[in-house]
Each structure stands twice: as C-alpha cells, then as structure tokens.
C-alpha cells in the first residue's frame, strides 16, 4: 500500500517570504498525487492534483507544486506567502489500482507580519 | 449548497454512551468516507462505502459501525465511547474515479469525558 511522508511538521515563515512544504511518497504503481489545505475549524479543501501529463502544476492562489518521480516527491511551493495562507497542509496519494487515499501527517504553515 | 454537511459539528458525551454522527452529500458521488484526526492532526482513513457497499475497514475497534442507507449517506455509530475515541471525525465523497479528489465535510468534534 501507498505511504506518504510530510518532512516538516511546522513551517514558520514572514509574510511575502517563498515557502517550500515538503512531501515525500512510496508506491509499487501508479500514483495520483493531491495537496489539501485544511483552515482552522473547517474540512480539508483541494489545493492542486497531478494525474498526468505536464509534472508542474498550479493551484488558483499561486501555489505550485512539481510531481519528480525519481525522487518520489511532490512538494509544494510559493513564491510569497499572505498571512491567509497560514493553515495545515495535507500531501495525499492515491494509487492506481484502488479507491485508498492516504494522506501525510500534515505541516502547519504559519505566516507572520 | 453544502456538499457534503455532517452533523452534529460538536459532540460532548461521557464514556460508555453510544453516540452517531450522520452525512450526507449531494454531490452524487458514488464513493463515500470516514476519516478520525487526531489531536495532531494525523488524518487516518476508517472506512470507506460504494455504493451502499463496504470496501474499505481500516483496523477500527468494532465498536464502530458505518451504515449507508443509500449511497448520499453515510452515517457512523459508536459504541460504548472511549477517551481515547475524541478526535474530529471528517465525512468525505468523491466519484467512483480513482483519480478522483476527496471532497470533505467540515467534521465533527467528538469529546469523551
């Protein structure tokens, strides 16, 4: 079965500093690969996905992330963060031969003034 | 409209009470889910229903009992409550698509005293 490994468990950072969330995964098989934001008190909400084709993806909020498959990453970046983007950050994996989502531990990304 | 909507969204009881938690989404998924996060955050998958049927059950205390009446709902019952059973309990769905991305509920807050 898939695993996914989140390095960082927090990430400090000023406001308008870039931010890199790292998120590491093992699979036998084809992987889709998912990043979810989860803001205070509420449910995890989809940030980007990759599933195929170009292995850098964006989200609407300038978020990106890059699917390397010899190293097995996906981790997500920003250029400059707001103070809106403090909240946990999911990496999740899901395999081509089931309906099984895991997800990573989580980081916390707080971004200060 | 609410997507996928649980409730309630906070749950107080004592040990040993019997307590459900129901979703619904209105998506018209096909694939439904039940996740526990606990007090770090780490979100672990419980069970998971297509359909009306059973196709994931993570190693979960048998005290706990999914049940889906029809495939928009997904309702879970706990059995004689534990300490250790307080955590948010996240409701998800996604199409029966294994690229698919989860679409969560805003969870529920399940303390045991």
């Given at each position: ?6 390095l ?12 890199e969330?790292?998120?590491?995964y ?7 690969l ?19 084709g ?60 | ?25 209105n ?30 059950n ?24 534990e300490?250790?059973?307080s ?16 679409h ?6 399940l303390?045991?005293?």
């Amino acid at each position: 079965a898939q695993s996914v490994t989140q390095l960082d468990s927090q990430v400090p950072v000023f406001e308008e500093a870039p931010v890199e969330l790292r998120c590491n995964y093992s699979s036998s098989v084809s992987v889709y690969l998912f990043w979810y934001v989860q803001y205070p008190n509420q449910g995890l909400q989809l940030l980007l996905k990759y599933l195929s084709g170009s292995t850098l993806v964006e989200s609407i909020n300038g978020f990106e992330a890059e699917f390397n498959k010899s190293q097995t990453s996906f981790h997500l970046r920003k250029p400059s963060v707001h103070i809106s983007d403090t909240a946990e950050y999911f990496c999740a994996v899901s395999e081509d031969n089931n309906n099984d989502m895991r997800f990573g531990a989580g980081t916390r990304l707080t971004v200060k003034p | 409209d609410t997507a996928v909507s649980q409730t309630p969204k906070y749950l107080v009881t004592q040990m040993g009470n019997d307590k459900s938690i129901k979703c619904e989404q209105n998506l018209g998924h096909d694939t439904m889910y039940w996740y526990k996060q606990d007090s770090k955050k780490f979100l672990k998958i419980m069970f998971s229903y297509n359909n009306k049927e059973l196709i994931i059950n993570e190693t979960v205390p048998n005290r706990f009992s999914p049940k889906s009446p029809d495939k928009a709902h997904l309702n879970l019952h706990i059995n004689s409550l534990e300490l250790g059973d307080s955590a948010v309990y996240f409701c998800a769905s996604s199409p029966r698509v294994r690229n698919s991305p989860l679409h969560f509920g805003n969870g529920t807050r399940l303390t045991v005293t």
